[in-house]
């Protein structure tokens, strides 16, 4: 019994060592991409404006209206200038981090276990199943993202539950056409023949053989297509589909500066700087995982 335990600690601790070496040579392949660094930075910063913004401004800020303070310019009583309503645009921007940076996130990990359920489905048991989940998708996949995204929108109403909704259902395809590919290849391995040949269950081969051994893709992919969610419900909210005044979401500000382009051009830049940087950060990443958790890459 004893020697039982104790062979059973000397596996666990080796594969501790094995998970230990791979996460370091992960980050060292990373580390050499630069610009992945950069984005990395930058996604942190966005991070923390996000998870302390009660700390930097309260929120308080992005609701006052002071008419006395309308449209004025960037100062140090306003780093970003005001509103048409005197509200703080710092404030906003700040908290406006926590509703982009949700919706892009919250819809790409929906998007993917859904895809991922789907995907991992038609790849691995072939025939009918797969038959009819291609052809399901094929359906929403001829209708472009953003038309899908807004047809649900128009149909569902326009808020947070249902924007998040619609730009899941329309990620979706492309999840289930990625991971079905990979499921696709690494169906065929041997050691998921011989875990099917031990009895082992479907969904434990599917979740513990198939998915992991195909994660590298997956993470890259939903990684960057947190930046194209973040763009979807920027366009949806500007124009008026999204998210709705006065809950500060980047595209919401930018649909309120566009009447005031050339007085109060202040009003858009900084919402867009935020937007631009954001979707930049999470790319830069992507970019940096796919040569990081690419096996063939060599020093």
Same mark, same amino acid.
């Given at each position: ?7 059973? !600690? ?16 992960? $980050? ?19 991070? =923390? *404006? ?45 908290? =406006? ?30 025939? @009918? ?6 052809? *399901? *998708?094929? @359906? ?9 995204? /807004? ?5 569902? =109403? ?17 999840? @289930? !056409? /990625? ?70 979401? $980047? ?11 050339? %007085? ?8 867009? *700087? ?11 990443? =992507?970019?940096?995982? %796919? ?9």
């Amino acid at each position: 019994m004893a020697e039982t335990t104790q062979t059973l !600690r000397s596996a666990g601790a080796a594969r501790g060592r094995k998970k230990n070496s791979q996460a370091k040579e992960i $980050w060292r392949r990373y580390r050499k991409n630069k610009a992945a660094v950069l984005g990395l930075v930058i996604l942190i910063f966005i991070l =923390g *404006i996000a998870l302390f913004a009660d700390l930097i401004v309260p929120y308080s800020k992005c609701i006052e209206q002071v008419g006395a303070d309308r449209l004025q310019g960037p100062s140090l009583a306003h780093f970003f200038g005001t509103d048409e309503y005197g509200r703080d645009l710092f404030a906003r921007v700040v908290h =406006g981090s926590r509703f982009s940076l949700f919706i892009g996130v919250a819809t790409s990990l929906m998007a993917l276990v859904f895809g991922a359920i789907l995907g991992a489905s038609a790849g691995y048991f072939g025939g @009918v199943v797969d038959n009819v989940i291609c052809r *399901i *998708i094929d @359906v929403f996949a001829c209708v472009p993202p953003i038309l899908l995204s /807004l047809a649900v929108v128009a149909a569902l =109403g326009t808020n947070l539950r249902n924007l998040i909704i619609a730009i899941t259902v329309s990620c979706i395809p492309g999840n @289930v !056409r /990625l991971i079905r590919s990979l499921v696709l290849t690494v169906a065929e391995q041997d050691y998921v023949e011989a875990a099917r040949s031990y009895g082992t269950s479907t969904p434990r081969i599917l979740f513990r053989y198939v998915l992991p051994n195909a994660m590298g893709p997956i993470i890259v992919n939903t990684t960057m297509s947190i930046s194209d969610m973040i763009l979807s419900a920027a366009g949806l909210s500007f124009i008026g589909m999204g998210i709705q005044p006065p809950s500060p979401e $980047w595209g919401a500000l930018l649909s309120n500066a566009q009447t005031y382009l050339f %007085t109060a051009p202040y009003m858009l830049v900084f919402p867009g *700087i935020f937007i631009i940087l954001s979707s930049l950060a999470f790319n830069l990443v =992507g970019d940096g995982l %796919t040569d990081a958790l690419d096996p063939k890459l060599k020093d």
